[in-house]
């Protein structure tokens, strides 16, 4: 992959850190953009579109050691801006498998 940055703001940063997202470091999340091969899904929901109207994106996609992540971005400005992440269920790479492979 070429070289990218993710932008992950501090709050950001402490949400996928918590228990509650399974404890996800920063070098996972690039581990995973980094291995990801597909595209991306839009969610749609009005919840999670971005500032001006557009879909959020997510994949799935693991890290090194084989943690299976679920991915969610915006991209803005040619810029990525992670939004959240936590381990994928069984569901989820159904989903992901169907629409994006």
Known sequence: MEDFEVIISEEIKLKIASDDHG???RKEILECFENHCGKYCQDTRKQHLDSSGNPSLWFVSETNKGRSLKIM????DGRIYLKSAYPSTENVRRIYDKYAK
């Open 73 to 76: 971005l915006v991209m803005q």
């Open 23 to 25: 404890n996800i470091t």
